[in-house]
């Protein structure tokens, strides 16, 4: 389809040249001083000029829009044909628009399917694995199925985020590891302290516990106040001594049998000691 314009070229013609040349002078004829006499004259000149100018406007708009008019209805024929052409490309657009989303949605959900398969092979959580935008037209080949490069796409992504919690997991792990050995640690060195703490204590009991003894065996063998419970049994030669023992310790029981082993076969003054 051809569009045929019939134009003839024509030159339009005017006596710019005449008028041009009789405004100047016109013009030049009120070129004055205002003052004081005169200037209510001026602002009459000036009213005039602008009648002159608005009689110019009008004439020229006249002949301009006789001029247009052929032009104008092209511009409106140009307007209404591709008003046509644009009703049939919006209806085309539509549907291409239509057509084009339905294969999105039907490529959305190989995507996820595919997505949901390899998550399910490594055990991963598909909520974790972002795909969406690898949803395009050109995802799929001619035959509707996922393309190499999708799903290469697809497989790195899930790798990724397998990456990303095998990473999480070795990093609590590590920080679990730790944290047991400081506790282990910490075990340890209070199980130490307090075996030294029992240690220095029974050191500590040890020695008062001798320093006890030690006194209550001077007190016994210069000092005691010996006392007389019973008669002399002359026939043994055996003399039955009481004596007092002033010990730091709670247990009597330990002090006598210190004592008792401390006496044994001792001589005092010549005498030998037997204690039972």
Not at 255 to 268: C, H, N, S
Request: some cysteine.
């Amino acid at each position: 389809m051809n569009i045929v314009v019939d134009y003839t070229a024509g030159e339009v013609s005017t006596n710019f040249d005449e008028v041009k040349a009789h405004l100047k002078h016109e013009v030049e004829k009120y070129s004055i001083e205002v003052t004081e006499a005169n200037v209510a004259e001026a602002k009459k000149v000036m009213a005039s000029l602008n009648k002159v100018k608005k009689a110019i406007g009008d004439k020229y708009k006249e002949y301009i829009d006789l001029i247009s008019e052929p032009v104008n209805r092209l511009k409106a024929e140009k307007k209404e044909l591709e008003s046509i052409v644009q009703e049939g490309r919006a209806s085309i657009e539509s549907q291409v628009k239509v057509f084009e989303q339905k294969k999105l949605d039907m490529v959305l959900d190989l995507v996820f399917k595919y997505q949901r398969q390899k998550c399910e092979e490594v055990g991963v959580d598909p909520e974790a694995v972002i795909v969406n935008d690898l949803a395009k037209l050109s995802s799929v080949t001619s035959a509707g199925k996922l393309n190499k490069a999708t799903k290469e796409a697809i497989d790195a992504r899930v790798a990724a985020v397998q990456n990303e919690i095998l990473k999480a997991r070795l990093e609590a792990e590590e920080k679990a590891k730790r944290e047991r050995e400081i506790a282990e640690k910490a075990r340890l060195e209070a199980e130490e302290k307090a075996k030294q703490r029992e240690i220095d204590l029974a050191r500590k009991m040890e020695a008062e516990k001798q320093r006890a003894v030690e006194e209550a065996k001077k007190e016994a063998l210069s000092k005691a106040t010996v006392q007389q419970s019973a008669p002399v049994e002359k026939e043994t030669g055996t003399w039955r001594i009481c004596f007092t023992v002033k010990a730091r310790t709670d247990d009597p029981e330990k002090v006598r049998t210190f004592v008792v082993e401390e006496l044994k076969g001792t001589r005092l003054n010549g005498v030998q000691v037997e204690v039972s």
